[in-house]
């Protein structure tokens, strides 16, 4: 038998592959937002692959106004303990302590998010600096790219959260997409231009023209509220989706949840989607975009 | 069996893509599987990575564990990497009280046995059976063989938190199993070794 115990001290923890590993382990799945234990089993019950420990879901963020932060400590360690399945938490965009906070106590994967208040307004956090792994938001590809520059080992759409409205992941679905398209078309000088015009490191804009998809695995998150929805999000590139409010601000989370799931697998079977959006009782209520001043929008947040 | 045989990667949630990505280099015909039907296609199956208890659960709802229990008892090749090592351990350590596995393999397996995501890590790994240069392993929240049965054969191991040395590798005929994931590091030895197997030539 083959054995090296006798070389123990190789062992690397927190390496760009440990890290993005753990972002495609994600993939094919859905992600709840939870923000208790009772909850979380819920979500655990109807198949997510992770749960995301928060205190309130963004539509209350929304309701309540305030500063939104990091949940408190023993909020997150009761989730934990409560599922088996990986837990990951929010951390405002730049603060860089909260996030040490929520490496100390475990958690799997941390969300830099534009959902809470940020805490930076000129630099997002060094994520090369964790052991954890890092997802962040983006709008475009340039977000997208600067946030892997940074150490990201996973990027989401930011979607516009909490309003249960899925118009703004769309658009940020479809405007990565195609920038990833357009970088497979342009030469060695073009991609030094575009490489400039994305402020974005020219190695990683080259990489992507050469891939055709990102370095990480790219998700959806923001205002996905229906089956259909999550399986919209699949068939325009997600490899995952994020459900916010969407789960537990509707009539029956555990019946939504479990069909959510299901359309998420089954994205490009109409049939499957068909049933398990059946009788599902009430969606979430959702905002019109139209009806959101620019200070209410939080995919503007990050830079 | 056929010169080009058909290898499924189970599609139920995980790094399916990684899958199929090392197996489109190895001369096979890589399909994803989904369901029953799909099942019934396919000469060898690969079990990925990603989310154990997830996995199981969709295999349950979606009437996949029975066909896939069947094929296995069959003696259909399988390979698993991580969750897909704990799909197909007999038995489990450290699971959900409802998690049920295809089993296969006679050994019991404790899941997440090397920690949270902050404990996962890499580290190179002599693996019988591939060549001499170590392998490169990724680990995941990774699970390791707690024992093993007289029929199976241990291929590597690494040591634990406890510097005890843990099962991280093992074959059991035409059933192997890896805690770590040779489909993120582009090293395609250990898929190359389970393609022989499926082709009966190793």
């Not at chain 1, 990102?214 to 999000?233: C, E, I, N, Q, R």
């Not at chain 1, 009539?251 to 959510?260: L, Q, V």
């Not at chain 2, 582009?186 to 898929?191: N, P, V, Y």
Request: charged share 25%.
């Amino acid at each position: 038998m083959a054995t090296n115990a006798s070389n123990p001290t190789d062992n690397a923890v927190g390496t760009q592959r440990v890290k993005r590993g753990m972002a495609e382990q994600l993939k094919n799945g859905v992600i709840m937002d939870v923000v208790n234990a009772e909850q979380a089993k819920i979500a655990e019950d109807a198949g997510a692959v992770a749960v995301m420990a928060l205190e309130r879901v963004p539509a209350d963020i929304r309701k309540d106004g305030g500063v939104a932060r990091m949940s408190d400590p023993d909020m997150i360690d009761g989730i934990v303990e409560a599922v088996s399945i990986p837990v990951m938490a929010k951390v405002r965009i730049g603060h860089f302590v909260e996030a040490q906070v929520l490496e100390s106590l475990g958690v799997d994967f941390i969300d830099e998010s534009e959902v809470l208040t940020p805490a930076d307004e000129a630099y997002h956090i060094d994520k090369w600096a964790f052991t954890v792994p890092f997802v962040c938001g983006a709008t475009n590809i340039g977000e997208a790219l600067r946030r892997i520059a940074e150490g990201a080992a996973m990027i989401r759409s930011k979607g516009e959260a909490g309003t249960g409205n899925v118009v703004e992941a769309t658009r940020h679905m479809r405007s990565i997409r195609s920038e990833i398209k357009r970088l497979g078309t342009l030469d060695e000088p073009e991609l030094f231009g575009a490489a400039k015009e994305l402020r974005a490191p020219y190695e990683i804009v080259k990489e992507v023209a050469a891939l055709g998809k990102l370095p990480v695995p790219l998700f959806s998150a923001g205002g996905v509220a229906t089956p259909a929805d999550a399986a919209l999000m699949r068939q325009l590139g997600a490899e995952s989706v994020f459900v916010g409010s969407g789960i537990f601000k509707s009539g029956d989370p555990a019946r939504r949840a479990d069909a959510i799931v299901q359309a998420t697998l089954h994205y490009e079977d109409p049939a499957v989607i068909a049933r398990v959006s059946r009788g599902l009782g009430e969606a979430m209520v959702g905002i019109n975009l139209d009806d959101l001043a620019d200070s209410e929008r939080y995919a503007g947040r990050g830079w | 069996m056929t010169a080009r045989p058909t290898i499924g990667v189970l599609a139920l949630q995980g790094d399916v893509a990684e899958h199929l990505h090392v197996l489109d280099r190895l001369d096979v015909h890589a399909v994803k599987v989904l369901g029953p039907d799909h099942l019934d296609t396919v000469d060898a199956l690969v079990l990925p990575g990603g989310e154990s208890t997830t996995m199981s659960k969709l295999a349950l709802r979606y009437g996949l564990m029975e066909p896939l229990r069947k094929r296995v008892a069959a003696g259909m090749p399988a390979y698993g990497t991580c969750a897909g090592m704990i799909m197909l351990a007999d038995h489990l350590l450290g699971g959900t009280a409802d998690q049920e596995t295809v089993g296969g393999i006679d050994m019991t397996v404790r899941r997440n046995a090397f920690g949270r995501q902050t404990e996962s890590f890499e580290a190179a790994v002599d693996i019988e059976g591939v060549g001499a240069e170590p392998f490169d392993a990724v680990f995941i929240r990774a699970p390791w063989v707690e024992s093993v049965g007289p029929e199976v054969r241990v291929l590597g191991s690494v040591p634990g938190p406890d510097e005890a040395g843990r099962i991280v590798a093992v074959r059991q005929g035409g059933l192997m199993a890896t805690s770590f994931h040779p489909e993120l590091t582009g090293d395609a030895r250990i898929h190359r070794l389970f393609v022989d197997i499926v082709k009966g030539q190793a």
